[in-house]
């Protein structure tokens, strides 16, 4: 099947696949990343709004 | 640790401009190769991020006996993050491998040294992860995940060998050959200096994503004090 | 080799332990652990018996899992009985760390003035002797069940040091999993996949002995498991203190 007499094998599709695979998984984690720091960053809001709170 | 370095929001714009230009020079400059086609080219990709779990792994292994030796909570937030990324990462090299094998070797996995390790390394990775899922004290989650980090990392080594050793004193007998050596090829300049240049980027997109993972791991550390000190 | 005297405290405690040859109350301490574990279960026979049946069992499923005729079982014996090693070997692992944990001893031992290596040598080799005694009764019984003679001294020689291997990491992995919230669930997952090394050398030369293959082909197999158990044990060693302070 890979040995064709005209030219290299019909493999763009795997090409595809494999690039779709790598960019889509990076894509992934950065909004993962991105998701946590923001919902952390308003528990940290909240905490502290609470905290000003309790001194007051 | 809250507003963000202006060095970090720089590392990520080189980074963006780093890969967008690796990604112009597979689909552009570099040649189609002779025999496979175009599935070729997920190769440049494909083990710039293996390498990117192999230097997440050594990364993780430093970071556990530097935690070790100082009781520093960074070093585990280090640990933790290499770890994490390179579980990405190393997923990304396996599964593309597995799709660049298929055309090539025609079959979507082969029990050779690499592979077989890879997927060793990413186990020891998953079981890091459920160590650590099962600990509730910080400090014995970061003694642990340190233990098993140097632990994991010096066997690596060891089992790739082990598999080495399996492979060259008991040559595959089924089938026609060595699958890995259908399927290689020689690297035009294009192709080697694409390669070279992935790799590079990659190491730019390892530790810009670890920088903002450790940021991220002491914000958390940050929240869960203040929540301790709030509900007291 | 040298550990560095700041990498654990009950070393700076004991500067003697830096660089001479092990004292004689870690000697005794060790010895006393390996004893009250053995006493403990000659008495009980809990975790033998465990032990013993589950590799029974495991042989017994092998037969109905691969139906095989002579020759074919020739070769696939060696994996076989290193399976059995393994998944026996993570009963005896698990409980025995389970029993120092979940009866106080642990703790107990911590508070002694003794150096906390001599704790993990004590459990190792306390795992290792049951492992030992399960493997003395695991061979005869497949090599009566399957008509093959398997006490032949490259075979003893093979499963004396994949044990010592598996032993040495396992017993630091378990004292590890048993403090966790998942306990025996966690210690075969951490433990598999650090182990490979061991288990592909036990059963490629055991395999090598078994079907009578030059020495110089089973010689690597030999070298591997002996560099892993050389640093594995030490590994171990020096680590072990911080698995277990509170």
């Known amino acids: 099947m890979l040995f064709l007499q005209q030219g290299p094998a019909q493999t763009t599709n795997y090409m595809i696949a494999g690039y779709t695979v790598i960019f889509g998984v990076i894509l992934f984690y950065v909004l993962s990343l991105y998701l946590r720091h923001r919902n952390l960053k308003r528990d940290l809001d909240t905490l502290q709004e609470l905290e000003n709170k309790t001194n007051t | 640790m809250e507003t963000k370095p202006r060095l970090l929001t720089t590392l990520d714009f080189v980074t963006i401009i780093l890969l967008a230009v690796a990604t112009t020079l597979v689909f552009f400059f570099t040649p189609i190769e002779a025999v496979m086609g175009n599935v070729q080219k997920v190769f440049y990709f494909h083990v710039a991020n293996a390498w990117v779990g192999m230097l997440g792994f050594m990364a993780s292994a430093i970071a556990g006996i530097a935690y070790l030796r100082t009781g520093k909570r960074s070093w585990d937030i280090v640990g933790m993050a290499s770890v994490e990324i390179s579980v990405v990462f190393l997923l990304i090299a396996i599964v593309t491998g597995s799709i660049w094998a298929r055309p090539v070797w025609n079959t979507w996995w082969t029990w050779d040294p690499r592979l077989t390790t890879a997927a060793i390394m990413e186990l020891i990775y998953a079981a890091y992860l459920l160590l650590r899922q099962g600990i509730e004290d910080p400090d014995r989650r970061a003694r642990f995940g340190a233990v098993y980090a140097i632990l994991g990392f010096i066997s690596v080594p060891l089992t790739f060998l082990s598999i080495r050793i399996f492979r060259t004193i008991h040559p595959v007998v089924i089938g026609n050959s060595d699958p890995s050596a259908q399927g290689s090829f020689d690297m035009s300049s294009a192709m080697l200096r694409t390669f070279m240049f992935s790799l590079l980027v990659f190491s730019f997109i390892f530790a810009d994503l670890l920088w903002h993972r450790i940021r991220l791991g002491h914000l958390a550390d940050k929240v869960e004090q203040l929540k301790l000190k709030v509900t007291q | ?246």
């Open chain 3, 1 to 246: 080799m040298k550990p560095d005297p700041t990498l654990t405290h009950a070393q700076a405690a004991n500067p003697s332990m830096a660089s001479s040859p092990p004292s004689p109350s870690f000697i005794r301490a060790t010895a006393a652990i390996v004893w009250k574990d053995l006493a403990a279960e000659l008495r009980s026979r809990e975790l033998l018996s465990a032990m013993l049946v589950f590799a029974l069992l495991v042989i017994l499923i092998f037969n109905f899992a691969m139906e095989l005729d002579a020759k074919a079982r020739a070769t696939i014996t060696s994996g076989v009985l290193w399976v059995t090693f393994a998944f026996a070997g993570t009963l005896g692992l698990n409980r025995s760390m389970a029993m120092e944990k979940d009866r106080g001893c642990l703790d107990g031992l911590l508070l002694a003035p003794v150096d906390r290596s001599a704790i993990y040598f004590g459990k190792a080799i306390g795992n290792l002797v049951f492992m030992f005694i399960i493997e003395a009764i695991v061979l005869p019984v497949y090599s009566v069940l399957y008509n093959i003679n398997l006490f032949q001294p490259g075979l003893l020689l093979v499963i004396l040091l994949g044990s010592i291997g598996y032993v040495a990491i396992g017993t630091l992995l378990a004292s590890m999993a048993v403090q966790t919230r998942t306990r025996d669930v966690l210690l075969p997952i951490l433990l598999f996949p650090l182990v490979i090394p061991v288990l592909v050398a036990a059963v490629k030369g055991s395999n090598g002995f078994l079907q009578g293959l030059e020495i110089s082909e089973i010689m690597p197999w030999l070298n591997l498991l002996i560099v892993y158990d050389v640093i594995f044990t030490a590994i171990a060693f020096m680590v072990f203190d911080y698995v277990v302070e509170e």
